[in-house]
């Protein structure tokens, strides 16, 4: 969480925004192949957001539906033709139904995997849209006209995608200070969770909107009545027990708690500020409430843009 992101970044530890990737090279799947994946459910309301509305709530809808996916770079791939293909993309996409998306790419900053070359997320604006664009996707052989046109660049998801996973994200409090994207990347870390025995959403909702949220309010007012930070909670839409087994996520986990900066300048100020301002003492208040992994840091760039992005 951010609060033991701040305390762990004094040992050079960062983090990242959402991830995305490119549309084509996720849609090859036939939709029926897709849930197989990420399995369509309806929001567990006794797993909602760290900053959600309390279990119960007629508000327990989630904010996003977002989709990651492993990705490797081909032998041809190269500035140009990443752009390529990512403009065509962009393109097909928005013939299908699917303006709305925002997809970013997320390379890991300060370490490197064995298992991925970079990770793309899609943020759709709800699941029905990405379940619509996904069957259009298949039903005009998109994916195919991809591959063609753009050999070798990338490839994404592994066989039959089995690295792709689906979240319902729940995005509470949205930056104070709107995005403008001129200096990217972006800096995003992502923890995986689990809630300690006898907790809950609602415990660490508590932590969110007071303590925690107590110290955004104070950020926001010292800097200009707004910052570019904010926080997800991402919920999985699949059954994580039996999801393929990775290096970058243990075999058991109830949620990921994502940080999110528009700069890698404005984490280090956070951090900073945080740190000064008791942050020790919120953090161990995330710490009674769930046990977290260490921070998984990325830098994030904007390569599909939705309308409403």
């Given at each position: 969480?951010?609060?033991?992101?701040?305390?762990?970044?004094m040992?050079?530890?960062?983090?990242?925004?959402?991830?995305?990737?490119p549309?084509?090279?996720?849609?090859?799947?036939?939709?029926?192949?897709?849930?197989?994946?990420?399995?369509?459910?309806?929001?567990?309301?006794?797993?909602?957001?760290?900053?959600?509305?309390a279990?119960?709530?007629?508000?327990?809808?989630?904010?996003?539906?977002?989709?990651?996916?492993?990705?490797?770079?081909?032998?041809?791939?190269?500035?140009?033709?990443?752009?390529?293909?990512?403009?065509?993309?962009?393109?097909?996409?928005?013939?299908?139904?699917?303006?709305?998306?925002?997809?970013?790419?997320?390379?890991?900053?300060?370490?490197?995997?064995?298992?991925?070359?970079?990770?793309?997320?899609m943020?759709?604006?709800?699941?029905?849209?990405?379940?619509a664009?996904?069957?259009?996707?298949?039903?005009?052989?998109?994916?195919?006209?991809?591959?063609a046109?753009?050999?070798?660049?990338?490839?994404?998801?592994?066989?039959?995608?089995?690295?792709?996973?689906?979240?319902?994200a729940?995005?509470?409090?949205?930056?104070?200070s709107?995005?403008?994207?001129?200096?990217?990347?972006?800096?995003?870390?992502?923890?995986?969770?689990s809630?300690?025995?006898?907790?809950?959403?609602?415990?660490?909702?508590?932590?969110?909107?007071?303590?925690?949220?107590?110290?955004?309010?104070?950020?926001?007012?010292?800097?200009?009545?707004?910052?570019?930070?904010?926080?997800?909670?991402?919920?999985?839409?699949?059954?994580?027990?039996?999801?393929?087994?990775?290096?970058?996520?243990?075999?058991?986990?109830?949620f990921?708690?994502?940080?999110?900066?528009?700069?890698?300048?404005?984490?280090a100020?956070?951090?900073?500020?945080f740190?000064?301002?008791?942050?020790?003492?919120?953090?161990?208040?995330?710490?009674?409430?769930?046990s977290?992994?260490?921070?998984?840091?990325?830098?994030?760039t904007?390569?599909?843009?939705?309308?409403?992005?």
């Amino acid at each position: 969480m951010f609060a033991q992101e701040v305390q762990r970044s004094m040992q050079g530890i960062k983090r990242i925004t959402v991830l995305l990737m490119p549309l084509g090279l996720l849609v090859a799947c036939s939709p029926n192949e897709a849930e197989s994946i990420a399995p369509a459910a309806e929001p567990d309301e006794t797993s909602m957001v760290a900053g959600a509305p309390a279990e119960g709530s007629e508000e327990t809808a989630p904010d996003y539906y977002v989709e990651f996916m492993w990705c490797w770079a081909g032998d041809s791939a190269t500035e140009d033709t990443v752009a390529a293909l990512l403009a065509d993309t962009d393109r097909l996409v928005d013939e299908l139904g699917g303006t709305n998306l925002d997809g970013f790419r997320l390379k890991p900053s300060g370490w490197t995997s064995d298992e991925f070359d970079f990770v793309d997320a899609m943020w759709w604006p709800e699941k029905a849209t990405r379940d619509a664009v996904w069957q259009a996707w298949t039903d005009t052989n998109a994916q195919a006209k991809i591959d063609a046109a753009h050999p070798g660049v990338e490839s994404c998801g592994g066989e039959d995608w089995t690295y792709l996973w689906g979240f319902n994200a729940y995005v509470s409090r949205p930056p104070t200070s709107p995005w403008t994207w001129e200096n990217p990347p972006a800096a995003a870390e992502f923890q995986f969770c689990s809630y300690n025995e006898e907790k809950g959403p609602a415990d660490l909702q508590g932590v969110v909107r007071g303590p925690f949220g107590e110290f955004l309010n104070a950020y926001d007012a010292a800097n200009g009545g707004g910052s570019g930070y904010f926080f997800a909670y991402l919920h999985p839409d699949f059954d994580v027990a039996n999801a393929p087994a990775t290096e970058a996520a243990p075999a058991e986990y109830d949620f990921v708690w994502a940080n999110y900066w528009e700069t890698s300048g404005d984490r280090a100020h956070g951090m900073t500020s945080f740190n000064e301002s008791g942050g020790a003492a919120i953090q161990a208040q995330f710490d009674g409430v769930a046990s977290c992994g260490d921070p998984q840091l990325y830098e994030g760039t904007w390569i599909i843009r939705g309308d409403t992005g």
